[in-house]
């Protein structure tokens, strides 16, 4: 079946500017994930749906960045005022929410801010 | 999530030989996975192993787990060229649903 799709694939803004990035999960998987990963550097995680609520925030790195779902199924991630440090890849994961756990990957989003 | 500690940081050995990695962790576990990641492929889940399995296997990877010393290791037989990646051991504990975390990986260049 479709596996986690985001889009854009890139995305070139200028600082300053607000950009929103897209997941779409696999169908029927409950829980979305959003992480970010700069160029070298390790997985950071970002935040972590299950259905539309997300009780864990806590790896959004500053009020600029927000993201929803809704519907249960695509979430969009929101960068506002991007700074030159926000450039990184962008990844989506999905998983169906039990005790294992697996979490399947989208592509990703490479943002750069000019 | 708890954070596991891969190695070697990294590996470089003859195609068609066969490349072990390792994984140390902190905390009890309920499972622990790991990923690979590739400039192809993308970041991509390998395998599963419950705490209460040693032994898995998955067509060339196979995965240990010693629970006492709280240590996993991967191996994966026969390398190809697409084995080429960096490779993530990821511990996970309680619910299983929350974010995973990620330690530096081990390299893996397959030389042709």
């Known amino acids: 079946g479709a596996g986690v799709s985001q889009s854009p694939s890139n995305k070139v803004t200028e600082k300053g500017k607000d950009v929103e990035l897209r997941c779409d999960p696999i169908s029927g998987h409950t829980a979305l994930y959003w992480y970010r990963q700069s160029l070298g550097q390790g997985l950071e995680f970002l935040i972590y749906?299950?259905?539309?609520?997300?009780?864990?925030k806590s790896g959004l790195p500053s009020d600029r960045f927000s993201a929803e779902r809704t519907g249960g199924s695509v979430s969009t991630l929101t960068i506002q005022r991007t700074q030159q440090e926000d450039s990184a890849v962008y990844l989506c994961a999905s998983s169906l929410g039990d005790s294992r756990g697996e979490q399947y990957f989208g592509p990703g989003t490479r943002l750069t801010v000019t | 999530s708890q954070q596991g500690e891969e190695d070697p940081q990294a590996l470089s050995i003859q195609e068609g030989e066969n490349a072990t990695m390792n994984c140390s962790y902190k905390t009890s576990i309920n499972n622990l996975q790991w990923y690979r990641q590739n400039s192809g492929r993308g970041l991509v889940h390998l395998i599963l192993i419950r705490s209460n399995e040693r032994e898995k296997h998955s067509g060339r990877l196979r995965v240990t787990l010693d629970t006492s010393k709280k240590s996993s290791s991967l191996l994966i037989t026969a390398s190809r060229a697409a084995d080429t990646a960096s490779y993530f051991c990821a511990p996970r504990s309680g619910g299983g649903a929350d974010g995973l975390t990620f330690g530096k990986g081990t390299h893996l260049i397959i030389q042709p």
């Open positions: 749906f299950q259905g539309n609520s997300a009780p864990d």
